[in-house]
């Protein structure tokens, strides 16, 4: 019975996408037809988030990559009862609409970051799982755990052949960021034809090269999808990546498999067809059967549940721990305090030349006090002076660091 409604649940999806694309006459509905079984996965099995408060600081995070099958994001939103009617839908690629052509965060609610440049929400989703690891090393105690919430995504070929996609996952195997479960959307075509004309690496091995934790699965099958997410949620010392065996257009008789479904409309035949071989009405627009918003739509209220749990966690250890509250309103207040202009130095045109890399040093460190000060050096700490003294590097547990390693224990994550 569940799989009979699972399967409707995501042949709504794909109906959705297909008519939003197909009502704005641009768009890509190739992604969505592919994918939905995964989208579906994540967001009905797995997420753990409120729609009617998207901004809940401790959501499970969901990254679209691949921005541009954002029509599959925006109907699962629609579906599990964010603040985006139907009509939005059906305004997809409009001016005016809040659903533009790729993903636009602060836009649509729900939405976590703007996507569309390939391979760069890949690395939206290591910074992520870093900014977690950050979060629970201020504000986790031990017997209290604040931050837990995990990082999905869904990416495609085309993220998985950019150089950025690769730094950040190379690095986030190496910080062992256990929060990331990201899903491969492997169809094998991108825009100009089959992947093999330029892309023949094995991703797999490759990102187990990284230390990542890899699994594989068949895509379109939301079984095999939930269980490999499952296994991948329950790694925690590693990041997850789940290669999702799909076909780009699925349902499509005469485009699944080819790259003319990736970014132009089906076309009213095509659609009618597509509709047909998926089991969904054809001449309906925008269907959605009242079992799949019943069953979507409980999210509103099971997300308003967990996070009701949730707030009772927090206020328990806020009672735990002194100080913990007042640190906490502080930084999600996003103030800086009154005077932290006032510790910065204030130098003279008169003074003696100063190099600007030994003023940087010194703003730093005066600013340094503040508890959500976080920097950076591209591996060039010696010659920038970015360090502050007494302060740690964010690094996994194990790892050496081979500038401070003799000043800094190294068994735990750096506390801020
Ligand atoms: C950095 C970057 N280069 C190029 C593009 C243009 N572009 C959009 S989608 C795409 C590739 C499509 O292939 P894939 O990522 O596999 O998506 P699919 O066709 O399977 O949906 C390209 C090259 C882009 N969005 N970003
Ligand atoms: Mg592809």
Redesign the pocket.
Known sequence: MSDVLDRLCINTIRGLAIDAVQAANSG?P??PL??AAMGYSIYQKHLRHNPLDPAWVNRDRFVLS????CALLYSLLHLTGYELPIEQLKSFRQWGSITPG?PELGMTPGVEATT?????GVGNIVGMAIAREMLAAMFNRDDHEVIDFRVFGI?????L??G?AAEAASLAGHLGLGSIVLLY?D??????GK?DIAFTEDVGARFASYGWHVLACDGLDAEEVNQAIVEGIAETERPTLIKCKTQ?GFGSPNRAGT?KV??SPLGDEELALTKRALGMPEVEKFHVPTEVFKHMGSARQSGAERQAVWTSRLEKAFQATPGLQVQWQQFWSRRLPQDWFDKLPVWKTSDQPLATRKASELCLTAISELPWVVGGSADLVESNLTYVEGKETFRKPTAPDAIFDSAFGNTEWARF
């Open positions: 890509h190739g992604l592919g994918a691949a921005g541009h099958g790729h569309g440049p390939l391979g760069q990416c495609s070929d085309g993220d052949m950019e950025v959307d169809n094998g075509i991108t825009i100009d992947t780009i790259s990736h970014g």
